[in-house]
């Protein structure tokens, strides 16, 4: 039997040999290809595991820097509702009505009867007609000023207290100022339409021949009053508009560089800890090394990786430094933005200075005009009479060393440290200046200024447009439209929500533009050449 096998095996030798060859080589190569796809898998799940990594590090990271722009905010919003008082011109401006009131209740017993009869008839009919009339600047409008704050009442009606004690100091023979026609007193300017007003009644002021004061006399009493009212009317326009615009370019210019300052120091954390994680791998492999059976044998050996450890060593920040790179916002805080106010203040008076309080615009036409403020705030004429657009390079950073060192110590870094050489913190400060001076940052800056003057108009709209919106515009086909004087309370109102308002409608909305994402993004992710 056993004869019979082994000849049975020895005649099929070389087909038994070939099938334990196959079977062998099938063996090793499934082995093989397993051992692969395994790489493959581990592979896979650690790109998985490192962009989920990347992905939440960055998420988290973009709200640090919303919460960091919120922590911000009163700071910068205490210096610009400071500095940029409205509400403070505008009280100023109702004292001068109470004391015009006051002043014409303790001058009216002193007239005759007859002539207060008059007069008190002329300024109702002056009052009546004070639509088309060069001293009116503003009619009652209670839609307007049902949907606005308190401070919409006041300046509404300290326009028509001043219109009304203007009106019944009005003479018989000034009913021809009131009559004028509707366009030209419309397009005719504030000042000039009071102080005209002013001069007419003082030639024709009529009073009794024995009067002690003669009418010179009592019109240089009022005029001073008159001319300082025309003054804080203008005032009051320039610095509403100018205040808004500067809120708009001073958070969204905050934003931007509080996204590019906490990017840079994001992307070094998280290279730091792609560095410990390494370097955690390399201690884990070397403690199973040493105690496997090939220590026995080929001795104890060193994993150390002399670059790896040079790389640490160059992308560690200290929190010094850190420290030191996040104190560069109090520059734009406390600073830079007087050097936007300055530039939104120029455009705003020469875009502003010929529209009227009482002119009639729609929301196209005032779009119109602050865009025409923001092409004077964001472009400069060069030599060659060509268009170029500025950067912001000196509102966000200090232009000289010594300006940097006096930003740092107003901060609250020590002098010596403020003074000393750290080369981490200049390579952070050249990285913020490239990135500033760049064509991606004036691109993400256009598109934030357009989304911010979006949520503007929006406010704009539901504020000062909405009781039209509301109550339906008896001209079909046309757009509302609202005197100039009367948006200037619901912008007052929309500085201090921008400012204050919490949640934040304008800083949420500049974090949720993608091209601010996609900037960042581009900022966190440059790590590449460190690493090849």
Aim: charged residues 25%.
């Amino acid at each position: 039997m056993f004869n019979a096998l082994g000849s049975y095996f020895s005649e099929r030798r070389r087909g038994l040999s070939k099938a334990a060859g196959y079977v062998g080589g099938a063996y090793f190569i499934g082995r093989y290809v397993s051992a692969r796809l395994e790489d493959v898998r581990n592979t896979i799940l650690q790109e998985r595991a490192a962009r989920d990594n990347l992905r939440r590090r960055f998420d988290q990271n973009q709200q640090d820097i919303s919460f960091t722009v919120m922590a911000l905010l009163p700071t910068l919003g205490a210096h610009i509702l400071q500095d940029m008082d409205v509400e403070g011109v505008t009280q100023e401006l109702q004292s001068y009505s109470k004391a015009s009131k006051e002043r014409l209740e303790t001058q009216a017993p002193s007239a005759p009867s007859e002539t207060s009869s008059v007069d008190h008839s002329r300024a109702q009919d002056t009052d009546i007609r004070s639509d088309n009339g060069s001293v009116s600047v503003i009619s009652s409008n209670d839609d307007v000023t049902t949907d606005l704050s308190a401070s919409s009442t006041s300046w509404v009606s300290s326009m028509q207290s001043s219109q009304v004690s203007q009106a019944s100091l009005e003479p018989a023979g000034n009913n021809n100022t009131t009559s004028t026609s509707p366009k030209s007193s419309e397009g005719a300017d504030l000042s000039d339409s009071i102080l005209t007003t002013s001069s007419m009644s003082s030639s024709v002021v009529p009073g009794p021949t024995n009067s002690s004061a003669s009418p010179n006399a009592h019109l240089e009493s009022l005029s001073p009053t008159t001319r300082s009212k025309a003054e804080l009317w203008r005032e009051v326009k320039m610095l509403t508009f100018t205040r808004t615009l500067t809120v708009i370019y001073s958070i969204t210019l905050l934003s931007l560089f509080t996204h590019i300052q906490l990017s840079i120091l994001g992307r070094t954390k998280y290279i730091q800890s792609l560095i410990q994680q390494e370097r955690d791998e390399r201690m884990r492999d070397q403690l199973e090394y040493s105690t496997s059976v090939y220590s026995l044998f080929w001795g104890d050996r060193s994993l150390e990786d002399i670059d790896t450890d040079i790389l640490e060593e160059s992308e560690t920040v200290s929190e010094e430094t850190e420290r030191k790179f996040l104190t560069l916002s109090w520059w734009i805080l406390h600073v830079g933005w007087k050097d936007v106010g300055e530039r939104v203040r120029r455009g705003v008076e020469e875009v502003f200075e010929g529209v009227s309080l009482k002119t009639k615009l729609n929301a196209a036409e005032l779009h119109r005009l602050i865009n025409d403020v923001r092409r004077r705030v964001e472009y400069e004429v060069t030599f060659e009479g060509k268009e170029r657009r500025i950067n912001f390079l000196s509102t966000l950073l200090p232009p000289t060393a010594e300006t940097l060192q006096h930003v740092l110590t107003q901060g609250g870094i020590p002098p010596w440290l403020a003074t000393a050489n750290d080369p981490k913190f200049n390579a952070f400060l050249d990285e913020t200046r490239t990135h500033l001076t760049s064509g991606s940052f004036d691109r993400v800056l256009e598109v934030c200024l357009d989304q911010a003057m979006e949520v503007l108009f929006q406010g704009v709209e539901k504020n000062v447009f909405g009781s039209h919106n509301e109550q339906g515009d008896p001209m079909m086909g046309q757009e509302p439209r609202e005197r100039l004087a009367a948006m200037l309370p619901g912008l007052a109102r929309w500085c201090h929500l921008a400012l204050e308002g919490l949640p934040n409608e304008l800083v949420d909305a500049l974090a949720d533009v993608r091209e601010v994402s996609a900037f960042s993004a581009i900022i966190y992710t440059s790590y590449e050449d460190r690493f090849r």
